[in-house]
């Protein structure tokens, strides 16, 4: 049993349905506890495909002090492959104030956890340039920075054509020969793309790229596809972008997601 640092959910694992079937059957009759399996949270990720300028414009007058922070940032998918965010500084004059340009980059990191504009998924492979600004000798501060950065970062998004990534994994099976074509069959249904074939004594192994959505279950596809003589292995390799067609059904799930999660 662990517990997903991502998703919060306890996660357990075993050597097929039937084997979780009776571990929660054992804490019902053995701890009164009730258990409700599901299939774990995928960790999908969120990115832009274009390009945006916008402005980020944040003023309150509500009597003394007033709020005011004002930025404008450029917005585009890195190109270095890398998935952290690169902030990058290119203010010059001091149109924004050396002192609060750590509050704009605090602001933008905060977001790209929170979530992007489609799904609410973590945001990665994003490149935000801040190259200008304004802002008021006595109502500016670092929170109204903070604050216009986050007003950037949601329009940004927008703009930029935001799109939805899913995980990708190397998947390796083991199966006696005579199992191949259902494999390759099963993967090529499952959007995946075979890499390689080889020969593991008297086992044919396949390896190939799939998305995790399509893998949830595969130990018990396996099973049933090689009558329990096959054996695989997965790894995480990247993000790739989601097809359109799944789109609505991820971003539908994870809106019903939120709205269970805040009803409690």
């Known amino acids: 049993v662990t517990r997903g640092t991502e998703t919060a959910e306890v996660i357990m694992s075993g050597q097929g349905e039937t084997h979780l079937e009776v571990l929660a059957s054992k804490l019902k009759t053995k701890f009164g506890t009730d258990v409700e399996l599901a299939e774990p949270m995928l960790p999908y990720r969120e990115t832009i495909r274009g390009k945006s300028d916008v402005q980020g414009k944040h003023k309150k007058q509500s009597g003394g002090h007033g709020q005011y922070g004002d930025v404008k940032i450029r917005f585009e998918q890195r190109e270095d492959g890398e998935n952290d965010m690169l902030f990058v500084d290119e203010v010059v004059g001091g149109s924004v104030p050396r002192n609060f340009i750590p509050a704009v980059e605090k602001g933008l990191r905060e977001n790209i956890k929170e979530g992007g504009v489609l799904a609410g998924y973590p945001v990665i492979k994003l490149k935000a340039t801040l190259y200008d600004g304004s802002y008021h000798a006595v109502d500016s501060s670092e929170m109204a920075f903070k604050v216009a950065a986050t007003m950037a970062f949601k329009k940004g998004l927008e703009d930029a ?3 939805l990534l899913e995980p990708i994994m190397k998947l390796q099976v083991s199966v ?3 199992y191949m074509g259902d494999i390759i069959g099963d993967i090529n249904k499952k959007r995946g793309r075979v890499l390689g074939m080889e020969t593991d004594g008297d086992m044919q ?17 396996l099973k049933s596809m090689t ?5 695989f292995k997965t790894e995480f390799v990247r993000y790739e972008e989601v097809p359109a067609l799944e789109v609505p059904k991820i971003i539908e799930k994870a809106k019903k997601m939120r709205e269970a999660k805040e009803a409690k």
């Open 161 to 163: 054509q935001p799109i």
């Open 176 to 178: 006696p020969e005579e």
């Open 205 to 221: 192994s396949v390896i190939a790229e799939i998305p995790m959505s399509e893998i949830q279950k595969y130990s018990s596809d």
């Open 227 to 231: 009558q329990a003589k096959g054996e």
